[in-house]
């Protein structure tokens, strides 16, 4: 097995800028974005989450058990079973910005928003799992783990901080201020996914315990029997609680925060980035 030196701990972590930093940005300002800067009516704009929360239910284990089973395919064994998905998102972090364009209709926006919740399900799952494959070490994999958690508390301050200095540079009432939001970040995560693919490594595929499965049909009856089978563990049950009421919180929040310091409370925008800028660093 390699050794994990400082700049594989480094290179690891700044995958989750993916992770908290882009959901960030969009939790705090995408709503706000559809319904001053675009023709969507609040209506419109919140079936976009919603419709992009049940795409991202359904997506998330189908790509789990597309990546657990991509070695058998030939690019899986040259890429490998996590790694492709982590290669191919490097050009595809240019969809991020195009969320932040002005004057298009609904379609274009849904459109955008499921697009980017598909790559983000893609690279995200894979990596989740990443560490186990680079090391079965558990203090390594902690480690690794530890600077996943530092780059996330780093983005989250970056999703904050940045709006704000463009807003301060262009105005509130420009749009700009968040197409280029967008652009930085999408350079910064194609950068993220290019350190993370290119230091990043998989355990070897002789030592990959799993089931061959021959048709698209048993495919899935295998996923769904996984699924349900999860829900028999109580402690599972218990996560799960605790997963959905405390980032669902953590989300109704960030989306209404903007709305009420702007509308209800009178204040500029710029102060909404300053407060979430504070809050990251608390």
């Known amino acids: 097995m390699k050794k994990i030196h400082l700049g594989h701990q480094l290179a690891y972590g700044s995958g989750n800028l993916l992770g908290s930093g882009a959901l960030a940005v969009s939790g705090a300002w995408l709503l706000y974005f559809y319904t001053t800067f675009t023709d969507l009516t609040m209506v419109q704009a919140a079936s976009i989450f919603s419709i992009g929360s049940i795409v991202d239910a359904i997506s998330n284990p189908i790509m789990g058990h597309i990546s657990d089973n991509f070695h058998h395919t030939k690019l899986g064994k040259r890429f490998g079973r996590r790694r492709f998905f982590i290669m191919i998102a490097i050009p595809l972090m240019i969809v991020y910005p195009l969320m932040w364009m002005d004057g298009f209709g609904y379609w274009y926006y849904l459109g955008t928003y499921i697009l980017f919740e598909l790559i983000y399900t893609m690279v995200m799952v894979p990596y989740e799992t990443l560490a186990t494959e680079m090391t079965s070490d558990f203090s390594l994999r902690s480690k690794l783990t530890g600077y996943k958690a530092i780059f996330g508390k780093i983005a989250n301050f970056m999703a904050a901080f940045i709006p704000g200095r463009f807003m301060a540079m262009y105005g509130e009432d420009s749009s700009k201020s968040f197409l280029y939001t967008g652009i930085l970040f999408g350079v910064i995560l194609s950068i993220a996914m290019a350190a993370l693919y290119f230091t990043s490594w998989e355990r070897p595929f002789h030592e990959i315990v799993g089931e061959k499965i021959k048709s698209p049909l048993e495919n899935l009856k295998q996923l769904v029997l996984n699924m349900l089978s999860t829900f028999k563990v109580k402690t599972f049950r218990n996560h799960l609680g605790m997963y959905l009421f ?37």
């Open 246 to 282: 405390g980032f669902g919180a953590e989300w109704l929040f960030s989306a209404s925060f903007t709305y009420f310091i702007v509308f209800a409370l009178g204040q500029k925008a710029e102060m909404v980035s300053n407060l979430n800028s504070f809050s990251s660093i608390m």
